[in-house]
Structure formats: structure tokens, C-alpha cells
């Protein structure tokens, strides 16, 4: 006979069967034995059984939000022998055994029917038992919120200034310019833009527009300014061209459109597009500190950094824009048109014009740059919510939008009438009006355009 080592660990069974053959042991060293080897079968008739102890209670108190990826997770663990089972309670009846898993019960999408006291019951098959403390569960209704997903964009109201100056007086006409603006009035329109279009506008009246323009913009407000033309940069600064500005073309006879940003950003809406669509070239002209930066008094205080805005420019500075002969629109309104209508976030439809321009043969002649200050995805069919914002616009709105009445002249002597309509230079144009007569009924090649 010899004894086992006081350190022997035996791996299994059987393995404790073969030591134990011709060996002295201690009745305690033979129960840690069995212990490692699990065999409760044995154990039972051995070892002396233990009162049932909660060792780790579930917490007190939960508060959860109901929805479909909330959990409820309690954990309760006891000590004693034989090993305890255990059996959880709500509301101070036995929850199903289905969904039991031993010391954790875990709930899977919570409702507020959820609500209400959970317990363990610990107990073994000597017939120990043993409650751990209740735990209140509070579940709360699921506030709904988007998951991954931005939080719903809309606007107070959605307004538009494009300008296209072309027929200059002491410089080079431009073909292009309105079919640019007439391309982008249309698009859009298709969007709820109120629009307000103008051409070949004197340094007064791009003030005025512009003044005009952000009278419009309040809380909530996207915008868009477009501005398509002859344009210059001195002094770090770019300058609209007016349509009646000298040969010299000084900066007194022009609109810096830095002014013209800070005026539209120091209104209060909560998104602008601005965009230059003119050459940058670089001009040595005398600049007066006193009357050469037209200021375009900001109607809404003073000005004050604010994210809001989106500038883009359709080249780069000291450089041109390109208009190409036979072709419907300028290069950089071109690839922006099939963009801007998209239901996509602006700095998309940008990222993509910017894109679709790489491919252009002018592409290393003309190079856009875009400027942020705003992070958020604004998208330019962004829904109008209609409230207090929108109809304050109305009357404005009206002011500046409505055409004469359309008027039917009765001529006497023939029995004929003559009819006169109005309607806006290619449907967009709000400074420019055609003047239409004609005869009722009609009367064969007659007729008469009156612009």
C-alpha cells in the first residue's frame, strides 16, 4: 500500500479510480478529489450537505428604456451542497421555465409590461432554499429616435437671388450667363425655391437685390445666391462686375462679394448656398478705402461668426471661368444642373459636380473651390414647414413676384378684341417682362411681341 500526494489532482474518474486501488486517503482528500472531477454521484455519499447562501444579489433597482434591442440581465449566485438550481420570480410568481437560464436571467426586447419586482429563488435537493433581495425593474416608454440616421431636415422657407449679367456696356458680352441662370431658376423651382431672378443689373441694383434678397431670410431660411458674369479679384477680395461699370473697371463701380456674403450671413437663416460662377482674374486697380467696398448694411445687426453657409466658387483664385462655344450652359453650371436637384445633402451634389468636372477637357483651366462652415446634411429638397416663417413671407413675396393682370381691349369699329398678357423674360426673369398683344379672335399672320 503507499499514500497519494497531499498535491494529487486527478483528471478524471477513472484516473482517481486507478490511484485510489492500494492507497490510504483521507475521507476530506478524497472529497476535494471528487470535487475536481465533478462526480456528485459519489460526493452525495460522502460529502456533508451545505445550507443554501446567497453569495451575489441581483441589483435594487434598474430603470430600462423599452424597444427592440433592450435587455433586462439579473444575476443572482448562491452556495451550497449539493450546487443549487435556481428559479426566478416576477411579481411573486415563477417565471415560465422556458425562459430560465440558471444564475443570469436575461429579457430580450422590453416592454413597459416589464415593469414590476424580480427575485431568485436558490435551492438544492436537500430541500435548503434561499431568496435573494428583490430587485425593482422600471421600464420606461421608448422614446423614438433614428438610429444611425441624422435628425429630420427642414426648412422655414427656401429662397433664391440668381443674377446674370451679360450684355455689358464697356466689356466683352457673355452668351451663356442666362442660360445658366434660367437652368438653375428651373431646377429650382421644381424644389418649392421662391426664386428671384434678375439680369444685367447696375451696381444700385445689385445692392438692392441683395438687400431685397435677405429680407426674406429669416429663422430657418435656406438660401441660395448665384451669381453669373463678368468678375474680377484685387486685393485679395473678388468683385462683381456691374453691368455699366467704366473701361477702368474700378472697384467703385462694383459689389465685393465678400460684402455680399456678410450680408447674407448675418441673417438669421439656417442655411446658404452661395455660389461666384466668374473669372478671379487678378485686376491692379485703385482701391479707395473710403467708397470702393460697397457695404450692403446688413439688415439683421451685426455680424457674428455662425456655421451656415456653403460658399462655392467655379475657379480658382487669379483664374477664369470658362464659357464654351456651342455649348447650352457655362462649364461649371454644365455638371452643377445635373446635380442640384438631387435628394442627396448638398456637400453630395457638390462632391459630385466637382467630380464630373475632373473629366472635362477644360478641367486643368477652370478649377472650383468650396469653402464650409457647416457640417449638417442640408439638402436643397429639404420639406418647407409651413408655419409663422413661411407666410411672413407672403406679403414680400407678392410685393416682388406679381405681374400685371392680364387685359382685353374691346375695338369697337372691327368687332375684334385685343388681347395683352404678361409674362417673365424665360418664365424666371422678375426685371425683365414680355409684353404679349394679340387679336381674339385671332386674325391670319397677325400678331404682335412686344418686349
Given at each position: 500500500?503507499?499514500?497519494?500526494?497531499?498535491?494529487?489532482?486527478?483528471?478524471?474518474?477513472?484516473?482517481?479510480?486507478?490511484?485510489?486501488?492500494?492507497?490510504?486517503?483521507?475521507?476530506?482528500?478524497?472529497?476535494?478529489?471528487?470535487?475536481?472531477?465533478?462526480?456528485?454521484?459519489?460526493?452525495?455519499?460522502?460529502?456533508?450537505?451545505?445550507?443554501?447562501?446567497?453569495?451575489?444579489?441581483?441589483?435594487?433597482?434598474?430603470?430600462?428604456?423599452?424597444?427592440?434591442?433592450?435587455?433586462?440581465?439579473?444575476?443572482?449566485?448562491?452556495?451550497?451542497?449539493?450546487?443549487?438550481?435556481?428559479?426566478?420570480?416576477?411579481?411573486?410568481?415563477?417565471?415560465?421555465?422556458?425562459?430560465?437560464?440558471?444564475?443570469?436571467?436575461?429579457?430580450?426586447?422590453?416592454?413597459?409590461?416589464?415593469?414590476?419586482?424580480?427575485?431568485?429563488?436558490?435551492?438544492?435537493?436537500?430541500?435548503?432554499?434561499?431568496?435573494?433581495?428583490?430587485?425593482?425593474?422600471?421600464?420606461?416608454?421608448?422614446?423614438?429616435?433614428?438610429?444611425?440616421?441624422?435628425?429630420?431636415?427642414?426648412?422655414?422657407?427656401?429662397?433664391?437671388?440668381?443674377?446674370?449679367?451679360?450684355?455689358?456696356e464697356h466689356d466683352e458680352k457673355l452668351f451663356l450667363t442666362?442660360?445658366?441662370?434660367?437652368?438653375?431658376?428651373?431646377?429650382?423651382?421644381?424644389?418649392?425655391?421662391?426664386?428671384?431672378?434678375?439680369?444685367?443689373?447696375?451696381?444700385?441694383?445689385?445692392?438692392?437685390?441683395?438687400?431685397?434678397?435677405?429680407?426674406?431670410?429669416?429663422?430657418?431660411?435656406?438660401?441660395?445666391?448665384?451669381?453669373?458674369?463678368?468678375?474680377?479679384?484685387?486685393?485679395?477680395?473678388?468683385?462683381?462686375?456691374?453691368?455699366?461699370?467704366?473701361?477702368?473697371?474700378?472697384?467703385?463701380?462694383?459689389?465685393?462679394?465678400?460684402?455680399?456674403?456678410?450680408?447674407?450671413?448675418?441673417?438669421?437663416?439656417?442655411?446658404?448656398?452661395?455660389?461666384?460662377?466668374?473669372?478671379?482674374?487678378?485686376?491692379?486697380?485703385?482701391?479707395?478705402?473710403?467708397?470702393?467696398?460697397?457695404?450692403?448694411?446688413?439688415?439683421?445687426?451685426?455680424?457674428?461668426?455662425?456655421?451656415?453657409?456653403?460658399?462655392?466658387?467655379?475657379?480658382?483664385?487669379?483664374?477664369?471661368?470658362?464659357?464654351?462655344?456651342?455649348?447650352?450652359?457655362?462649364?461649371?453650371?454644365?455638371?452643377?444642373?445635373?446635380?442640384?436637384?438631387?435628394?442627396?445633402?448638398?456637400?453630395?451634389?457638390?462632391?459630385?459636380?466637382?467630380?464630373?468636372?475632373?473629366?472635362?477637357?477644360?478641367?486643368?483651366?477652370?478649377?472650383?473651390?468650396?469653402?464650409?462652415?457647416?457640417?449638417?446634411?442640408?439638402?436643397?429638397?429639404?420639406?418647407?414647414?409651413?408655419?409663422?416663417?413661411?407666410?411672413?413671407?407672403?406679403?414680400?413675396?407678392?410685393?416682388?413676384?406679381?405681374?400685371?393682370?392680364?387685359?382685353?381691349?374691346?375695338?369697337?369699329?372691327?368687332?375684334?378684341?385685343?388681347?395683352?398678357?404678361?409674362?417673365?423674360?424665360?418664365?424666371?426673369?422678375?426685371?425683365?417682362?414680355?409684353?404679349?398683344?394679340?387679336?381674339?379672335p385671332p386674325v391670319p399672320s397677325i400678331h404682335i411681341d412686344?418686349?
Amino acid at each position: 500500500s503507499s499514500c497519494l500526494s497531499s498535491t494529487y489532482a486527478p483528471t478524471s474518474a477513472d484516473d482517481l479510480v486507478l490511484a485510489l486501488q492500494n492507497s490510504f486517503v483521507r475521507t476530506s482528500e478524497l472529497i476535494r478529489w471528487l470535487e475536481l472531477v465533478d462526480a456528485i454521484d459519489a460526493l452525495l455519499l460522502l460529502k456533508p450537505s451545505e445550507p443554501v447562501a446567497i453569495t451575489l444579489h441581483p441589483e435594487p433597482y434598474l430603470q430600462l428604456e423599452a424597444g427592440q434591442e433592450s435587455i433586462l440581465r439579473l444575476t443572482c449566485r448562491a452556495s451550497s451542497f449539493p450546487p443549487p438550481k435556481y428559479e426566478w420570480y416576477f411579481n411573486g410568481k415563477p417565471l415560465s421555465s422556458r425562459i430560465q437560464a440558471g444564475p443570469v436571467l436575461e429579457l430580450f426586447n422590453l416592454t413597459t409590461d416589464h415593469s414590476g419586482t424580480y427575485k431568485c429563488r436558490a435551492w438544492n435537493a436537500c430541500g435548503s432554499e434561499s431568496f435573494s433581495n428583490d430587485c425593482e425593474v422600471v421600464v420606461t416608454p421608448c422614446r423614438r429616435k433614428l438610429v444611425n440616421k441624422p435628425p429630420t431636415l427642414y426648412a422655414t422657407d427656401k429662397v433664391a437671388l440668381l443674377i446674370s449679367n451679360a450684355n455689358y456696356e464697356h466689356d466683352e458680352k457673355l452668351f451663356l450667363t442666362e442660360n445658366d441662370v434660367e437652368s438653375l431658376a428651373k431646377s429650382l423651382a421644381a424644389l418649392n425655391f421662391r426664386i428671384l431672378a434678375f439680369k444685367d443689373l447696375g451696381k444700385r441694383d445689385i445692392i438692392n437685390a441683395v438687400r431685397t434678397f435677405c429680407h426674406f431670410l429669416q429663422n430657418g431660411t435656406y438660401s441660395l445666391f448665384y451669381y453669373a458674369g463678368h468678375g474680377f479679384k484685387c486685393c485679395g477680395k473678388d468683385y462683381i462686375q456691374s453691368i455699366d461699370c467704366s473701361n477702368e473697371c474700378s472697384v467703385e463701380d462694383c459689389v465685393c462679394f465678400q460684402d455680399v456674403i456678410a450680408c447674407i450671413k448675418s441673417t438669421p437663416s439656417s442655411f446658404n448656398l452661395i455660389m461666384w460662377d466668374a473669372c478671379r482674374d487678378c485686376r491692379e486697380t485703385s482701391l479707395d478705402s473710403k467708397t470702393s467696398i460697397v457695404q450692403t448694411d446688413p439688415p439683421h445687426g451685426s455680424l457674428r461668426a455662425r456655421r451656415s453657409s456653403v460658399v462655392v466658387y467655379a475657379t480658382s483664385p487669379y483664374n477664369s471661368a470658362v464659357e464654351v462655344k456651342g455649348h447650352q450652359n457655362g462649364l461649371f453650371m454644365e455638371h452643377l444642373k445635373r446635380h442640384v436637384g438631387r435628394t442627396v445633402p448638398v456637400h453630395e451634389a457638390i462632391r459630385c459636380t466637382l467630380r464630373d468636372f475632373e473629366s472635362h477637357a477644360l478641367s486643368d483651366w477652370q478649377i472650383p473651390v468650396v469653402k464650409y462652415d457647416i457640417a449638417g446634411d442640408h439638402s436643397l429638397c429639404d420639406a418647407i414647414l409651413d408655419g409663422p416663417g413661411y407666410r411672413g413671407n407672403e406679403t414680400l413675396w407678392t410685393f416682388v413676384s406679381t405681374l400685371p393682370p392680364d387685359e382685353e381691349f374691346r375695338v369697337t369699329e372691327t368687332g375684334l378684341s385685343l388681347r395683352v398678357t404678361f409674362s417673365c423674360d424665360r418664365e424666371v426673369f422678375c426685371n425683365s417682362m414680355l409684353v404679349t398683344a394679340s387679336l381674339l379672335p385671332p386674325v391670319p399672320s397677325i400678331h404682335i411681341d412686344l418686349q
